[in-house]
């Protein structure tokens, strides 16, 4: 079993079909969990929808209303990449939903894992890269909101650009934004994150990590977060078909775990979330993911969490 919640509904699938966004790996993964003997039943919970409240937080009224109406332009429902439909924004809500209630279970826990979530591309006004709404940034809001954080890091090790993340926070020194992302790879225009490390393509394991770790230990020591939160992406993996960096199943397991480590041991909370991954095979996918979890058990066990009474 674990010794942390993972937030889990089977409302995160949104059965796109052959869409290259396999949305049944969020299924597939609490599946592999239970399966492998990871988890157990009891270590699930559900996540509520996000309150409007909430979306608002980050979103501006405009896009939030267009997606619970539908009323996206053609070129709007384009840059998102996935199609329209009212189960996407209940999908969507439920997300945000699910990484609040990860970090908020994240901050008894010592961690707190969202399997789903991650949008990273999403930005105030508009949704794209199949990110429409900014989970992350809704979480990182609501937390700082109800007074249980002040500041949060976003460790983005998505093979993508944190570009959402990036933008939402721009102007806000309460959050340290963080992206390990390929160079010459969407998004074509990368707002700065607070650190962006960019990685030429075909990347492998030690180069990456060169680069990952004393990018986090530095950035954990000098901004002294409360909270971290992390942009698990499955992408960076050799084998993916929208990534270009050369990473291993082992290379990708040893990132997230010495993220963990260097968190943890600073007694700060730590909230996955999933992000993308689109390796030719979905089980691959999947595993990497599983992968996540599985060091997040391992480091926890290293460093339970010290509640302050
Ligand atoms: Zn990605």
């Known amino acids: 079993m674990l010794p942390f919640k993972v937030v889990y509904?089977?409302?995160?699938?949104?059965?796109?079909?052959?869409?290259?966004?396999?949305?049944?790996?969020?299924?597939?993964?609490?599946?592999?969990?239970?399966?492998?003997g990871i988890a157990i039943p009891e270590n699930f919970i559900e996540p509520e929808p996000a309150a409007d409240a909430d979306i608002l937080g980050v979103h501006t009224a405009e896009w939030t209303r267009k997606m619970k109406n539908g009323r996206l332009t053609l070129s709007e429902i384009?840059?998102?990449?996935?199609?329209?439909?009212?189960?996407?924004?209940?999908?969507?809500?439920?997300?945000?939903g699910g990484t609040i209630l990860a970090a908020q279970e994240a901050l008894t826990d010592g961690f707190g894992s969202n399997i789903g979530g991650g949008f990273h591309h999403a930005y105030p006004g508009h949704g794209e890269?199949?990110?429409?709404?900014?989970?992350?940034?809704?979480?990182?809001?609501?937390?700082?909101?109800d007074g249980k954080i002040k500041k949060a890091i976003v460790v983005d090790t998505d093979v993508h650009h944190g570009n959402g993340?990036?933008?939402?926070?721009?102007?806000?020194?309460s959050v340290f934004t963080l992206s390990i992302h390929q160079l010459n790879n969407y998004p074509a225009y990368k707002p700065p994150s607070n650190v962006d490390l960019d990685m030429a393509d075909c990347t492998e394991d030690a180069e990456?990590?060169?680069?990952?770790?004393?990018?986090?230990?530095?950035?954990?020591?000098?901004?002294e977060p409360d909270?971290?939160?992390?942009?698990?992406?499955?992408?960076?993996?050799?084998e993916d078909q929208l990534g270009g960096l050369s990473l291993t199943m082992r290379g990708l397991q040893e990132r997230d775990r010495g993220v963990?480590?260097?968190?943890?041991?600073?007694?700060i909370p730590v909230v996955t979330t999933l992000a993308g991954g689109y390796a030719k095979k979905v089980e691959d996918t999947v595993q990497i993911h599983v992968n996540t979890i599985e060091a997040?058990?391992?480091?926890?066990?290293?460093?339970?969490?010290?509640?302050?009474?």
């Open 296 to 309: 997040a058990k391992e480091i926890a066990g290293e460093f339970p969490p010290q509640v302050h009474l």
């Open 9 to 36: 509904s089977p409302g995160y699938d949104l059965n796109l079909g052959p869409h290259v966004f396999p949305s049944q790996k969020f299924r597939m993964i609490a599946e592999k969990l239970l399966a492998d």
């Open 165 to 173: 993340t990036a933008a939402i926070f721009a102007d806000d020194d």
């Open 260 to 267: 963990f480590y260097e968190a943890r041991k600073r007694n």
């Open 208 to 223: 990456y990590l060169g680069a990952l770790f004393p990018a986090v230990i530095k950035a954990l020591d000098e901004f």
């Open 227 to 238: 909270m971290l939160f992390y942009v698990g992406g499955a992408d960076p993996y050799l």
């Open 78 to 96: 384009m840059k998102l990449e996935v199609p329209y439909s009212p189960e996407l924004a209940a999908a969507c809500w439920l997300a945000a």
């Open 129 to 145: 890269g199949f990110c429409a709404i900014h989970d992350v940034a809704v979480a990182i809001r609501r937390l700082q909101a």
